[in-house]
């Protein structure tokens, strides 16, 4: 008999629950706000609507199917299932954090403060949850380009947004930066890391670099399958180059770092505590990831 589908409401701790956590008590998160000119009502506010809409999908949820809660923080211990439906419930942030541990099962983005969030990645609301899980599998999916990093010793990274490489702490990172395209070339560097994105990380932090160089490249959508990399803040010496900075990566190429220093890391979507860890000598390869994100349209 097959398992009934589960629901997985995947949600962050408010800014006010990690206040009260680090504080002790409402009253003293109050204290430590207001001596830094803020009112705690604003932050309880956000607080109460993102827990009404935690409690409004989880109403939501089809009789007869199971239910599971998961917080951001231990996403890399949960395991998701084949059958399983992801609601991520928060902002769009969260959807990226989520889309790493999983294997195509589909999402379905809710955001719990409208108008605070673009909603590129929690486009519907609360009260839209209910047809949403009713109407699947047949509700229309957009599949969402990834990208991946596989170190020489197996270890692997996938991202929804980007990928950066580099030193702890964004320090110098010395390595030498391969190309499958361009001709094969490969140059030694020393810079503040490397970062390889998406079409759905150009709306982020890829963006903000992609500016920065004067917008040269031309972005790709969140669909395409081609992804833009961006060295940041490459240093000129008489043993590394400045010549490889940018450029595109299509479907089926690949970047590769060969490290240089003692160690560098590899992390996704701005989460630093699951990352590669890399030692001298080793090589990481970073290109266009086979499996998709299906988000809820």
Known sequence: MSLAPRAVLVRRTTEYEELVARHGTH??????LASRGRDIEEVTDRHRRTRRALAEVASAVPTGWRQAQVERADLDRFLFAPED??????????????????????????????????????????????????????????ELTMV????????????????????????????????D??????????????????????????RSVWQERGGALALPSPTEERLVWFVREAWPSPATGTSLVSGELSAGAGLTVTVESDRLIA?????????LQLS???????????????LAG
């Open 27 to 32: 009253g003293q998160a109050a204290f430590f």
């Open 85 to 142: 439906v992801v609601v991520v419930v928060g902002q769009d942030g969260l959807v990226a954090n989520t889309a790493k541990y999983l294997t195509g099962q589909p999402v379905i983005g809710i955001d719990t403060d409208p108008g605070r969030n673009p909603g590129v990645l929690v486009r519907h609301r609360a009260r839209d949850a209910a047809a949403l899980l009713a109407a699947l599998p047949a509700t229309a999916v957009d």
């Open 148 to 179: 991946e990093a596989v170190a020489d010793d197996t270890q692997r990274l996938v991202a929804l947004n980007e990928i950066y490489l580099g030193m702890p702490g964004h320090q110098t990172a010395r390595y030498r930066l391969g190309l």
């Open 280 to 294: 001298w000598g080793q090589r990481v390869r970073v290109g266009v990831c086979t499996e998709r994100l299906r």
């Open 267 to 275: 992390f996704g979507d701005g989460m630093e505590s699951d990352s």
């Open 181 to 206: 395209e361009y001709g094969g070339a490969v140059e030694a560097q020393a810079s503040s890391g490397v970062l390889v994105g998406t079409g759905t990380g150009a709306t982020g932090w890829l």
